[in-house]
Every structure is written in C-alpha cells, then in structure tokens.
C-alpha cells in the first residue's frame, strides 16, 4: 500500500474511525460515544472527557488530523455551528476566528436571507473580520437547498481514504518532499506516453519505491548483501540500478540524456526533472531504456551474463520500434463519454434559430482571485451579450470552470431562452456533469446546481470543445480582472477584447 511509517499508517486508520463519527452520526458505536463524550456537540468539539476509556483515547489521538482534513460543504446551513467547525474555503484556516458575542451558539443558516437563496450581507460584514467576510460571501449557496455535507480534502471525490490521511501526515511532518502539483503534471505526462504496458509498469514502480533492489530486499529483512551485483561498488538502490550504476551511465551517455541530480534525490525526481526538458521520443526511450537496464541488470543476477552497454541500448531501441510499428495501424481513440457535438477544435456558428452561449474561467493565483466569462452568440455569429464575473477567493480551475457554467444556465433562465448550445473546454466538468456519481465537494454541489438547471430549462444542451474553439471567451475571462462584474453587448465590448471577436466573426 506504499505505507512506510508505522505510527503514521495507525493513525491514519483511526483517522477513519472519526470519518466515520462524523459522517455516520446514526450508527450504533456513534450514537454511544456521543452521548458518552460530546452529547451537546459534534465530534469535532469533543474533548478527553471524564474517565474515557482506551478506544476512545485511541480515536482522540487523531482527532487534530481528522480536523485538518474535514470540511463542511454548506447546504441549508442548519448543521453547522458558525464557531469551531471548519466551513470556511480556506485551504491554512477554515475556522471563523471572529469572537462577536452575536455568533456564540449560531448555525450558518442564520447568515442567510429568510428564503435560504443567498447570503446576509449586511450581517456578514456586521459579525465577521474582513477575510470571513469575503470567504463566506464567495461560498456558493446551493440550488435546491441540500442539506449540509462534510468532505475530505484530500481526494477528488471529496471522500476520506486512509491514503490520503496518511499522504496528509507526511507532509505535515516535512517526509513527503516532492511537489503535489508538479508530480501531477509528471504523472499526466508520463501515463499519456504511447508505450508497452509492462514498460510504464516498471518505471512507475520504481517511481514507487517498489523495485526489489539489494537495499529494498534489506528493508523487508531478506539477508542479501546490499552491494550491486553489476558493478560490484556500489549499494544497489533503485536509482544506482537505473541511473548511477557505471553500465546505466554509459546507457545514457549513449542516449543523450542527462544523469546529474541534486543531493538527497531519487528515482522519481530524476524522472520529473527529465520530463521537464524532453520531447516526446525522448520520454519513450527513456522509459525504454529504464525496461532494458532493469532486464540487463536481472540477467546478471539470476543468469550472471553481463550485457554491454551497447547491447542493452540496442534491445530497448528494437523492442521499442517493433511495438510502435505493430500498434500504429490499430489507434483507439479515448471517448472519454464523448456525444455528437463534442470536441469542434473550431467555433461553429450556433444552429438555424438557436443561440450559443461559450464558457471559459481565469484563475489569477498571484491575487487569490478567479474570474468567469460567457459570450452568447447568435445564428450569424453576431454577439448578444459578454458577461464578465470576478470572485475574491482562490479555487480549484474544475470548480471554476463549473461555476462558469452554472452562471451561463442561471442567465440563459433569466432570459427564459431556448434552443441553447453551451459550451466549455472543461473536460473534467463534462465528465462530472454526465456521471451519476454523487460528489459532495464544492465542485460538486455546483455540478449538482448544473443539473438541476439543466432540468428546468427545454432544449439546452452542453458539450465540450477544444480550447481553440474557446479563444474570445477565455479573452473575456481573463478580463474580468479589469471589469468585474460587467455585462457587454456588440457596441460596449471594451477595445482590447474586440479584436479576437471580429476575427472569430470573420474567420
């Protein structure tokens, strides 16, 4: 399970039990250690109490991290008590530090207006420091008012995995030294590489710490001298099998490729640092490669032949340029739930009596601020409105990208339009918004709002395009930085953004 600190993984584990205090307050073991140990509260506010026994002493050990990594996902606002529990959208501090004696035994709910549909504002700005007010003014208020939600940050789907908790105490004890986002990209990069399966299987386990090397055989308390059977110098980890060992740097040195990497590095760094600069043959035959002096180093230690470095290059090459030849004549496409309308890489003017509404969001992280913007067009391509929103809180790029979608459908109901064609360049919002999977985070209560809408609304549809086919909606986005909340027709547009509508016009 790639587990490597004991009290780390036992603590995650019960990190799971109090997921489950929460989120199963009916059960029988919750409703007994709540009327034990918090009988006027949430798990969230309960403490040591009186004389507790060693089950629950056990499950308060991770009650800090349970804290951590727990959010509230506002729906009606009746569950959630204003002070002490996390529901504000702050990644450091999700926690209303406002001490105002009016907000003492209060839920959400009484910061809304009377019908539920929005915030107080005035309220708001009474009772809360400046940052809580732009937080909480910038929560959307769910369509249909659900009730409320807790969520774990720590996955996509926003439910908790012993995983994530254990991924989460890493890093908040300094053991997890690669970059969350940058390791993203690598992933996307290197799973997207066009090669034989049992090729990207290797590297991804040596990515993983998985490789049985003599030091990884060490660590499971195999008696094997750690000393690399290749060179017979060195200790045989799994960046010195790869990378280090003298027959691996001639490899490379024959590839071009560079094997220098900063101190305290592994395998998985030298990866990332490589994807960085390489093109896309060179990603392939380096992941070959890696294939080839892992099989190289395999032969010597159950067959003691010792391959050349020319060999072992030779084979990864052939091996490499036989299965590239096989497979180009049988290119699969991903769907990816694709239906007709999906993936124009050019704007296409809307249908005869229909109108086109083009979706795109912004996020500029240097302000903690995301902008949306929409362009609805007619059937000659003519434009009828641009609308350019700016929200003062940072936020995932799916979130915003759904927020987006929801303001088009919000608007497309205000002016009771019909015969709609929305369209984002969103893929994972599209996904989202055709799956029946439940997601109780933020993106997915917009989503949740999406579909509601979609309902109410006749003949409106929404697909996917290329973001080439997206270009003067992204332009509008990217603007509402310099015009918040503004609406445009053909003869307001502001003067940088009617260059890309007069080429998309005439093109």
């Known amino acids: 399970m790639g587990f490597r600190n004991l009290r780390s993984f036992n603590l995650a584990l019960l990190e799971k039990q109090g997921w489950r205090l929460l989120t199963k307050p009916d059960t029988l073991v919750s409703r007994i250690f709540k009327a034990r140990y918090y009988p006027q509260g949430f798990f969230f506010t309960s403490d040591i109490g009186h004389n507790p026994s060693y089950v629950w002493r056990s499950v308060l050990e991770a009650h800090p991290l349970v804290l951590k990594g727990v959010r509230w996902t506002v729906g009606d606002g009746t569950s959630i008590s204003i002070l002490g529990e996390p529901w504000l959208p702050d990644a450091q501090n999700p926690f209303v530090s406002s001490q105002h004696p009016a907000l003492s035994s209060k839920r959400v709910c009484n910061l809304l207006v009377l019908d539920g549909s929005g915030w107080d504002e005035e309220v708001v700005v009474d009772l809360f420091e400046q940052r809580e007010q732009r937080l909480i003014l910038q929560i959307p208020v769910q369509y249909g008012h659900d009730q409320d939600k807790i969520t774990w940050i720590g996955e996509v789907l926003s439910l908790f995995t012993v995983k994530s908790a254990h991924r989460m105490m890493e890093e908040m004890n300094g053991e997890n030294t690669h970059d969350a986002a940058a390791l993203e990209v690598f992933w996307k990069k290197f799973w997207a590489l066009k090669l034989p399966p049992k090729m990207k299987n290797l590297v991804w386990r040596a990515c993983q710490g998985c490789l049985p090397t003599m030091i990884q055989l060490r660590t499971k308390r195999v008696h094997v001298s750690t000393i690399c059977l290749v060179c017979d110098s060195h200790e045989e980890s799994i960046y010195h099998a790869l990378v280090d060992c003298p027959t691996a740097q001639l490899c490379w040195n024959r590839e071009g490729i560079v094997t220098v990497l900063q101190n305290n590095a592994d395998f998985l760094d030298w990866c990332n640092s490589n994807f960085l600069v390489l093109d896309s043959n060179k990603k392939k035959r380096l992941v070959a490669l890696c294939w080839s002096i892992w099989n190289a180093r395999n032969d010597k230690v159950w067959n003691n032949k010792l391959l050349s470095a020319e060999s072992i290059v030779y084979s990864a090459k052939i091996y ?108 994972v919002f599209i996904q989202a918004l055709r799956s029946s999977i439940e997601m109780i985070s933020m993106f997915g209560q917009v989503v949740n709002d999406c579909k509601v809408l979609l309902k109410e609304l006749q003949h409106v549809s929404v697909f996917f395009v290329r973001r080439s086919a997206n270009k003067v909606t992204h332009n509008f986005a990217r603007a509402s930085l310099s015009y918040p909340d503004c609406s445009f027709n053909f003869g307001s547009v502001p003067i940088n953004l009617l260059p890309s509508l007069v080429a998309e016009f005439n093109g």
């Open 320 to 427: 490499l340029n036989q299965w590239l030849v096989a497979h180009s004549y049988n290119v699969i496409y991903p769907s990816a739930g694709f239906v007709l309308g999906d993936g124009a890489e050019q704007r296409q003017p809307p249908l005869e009596n229909s109108i086109k509404v083009n979706v795109d969001g912004a996020i500029f992280a240097d302000t903690n601020q995301f902008g949306v913007g929409f362009v609805v067009h007619n059937t000659q391509g003519l434009l009828i409105e641009g609308v350019t929103k700016l929200f003062q809180v940072p936020a995932t790029p799916e979130f915003v990208e759904a927020l987006g979608v929801k303001e088009a459908l919000s608007w497309i109901k205000r002016n009771r339009s019909y015969q709609v064609a929305v369209e984002t360049d969103c893929l």
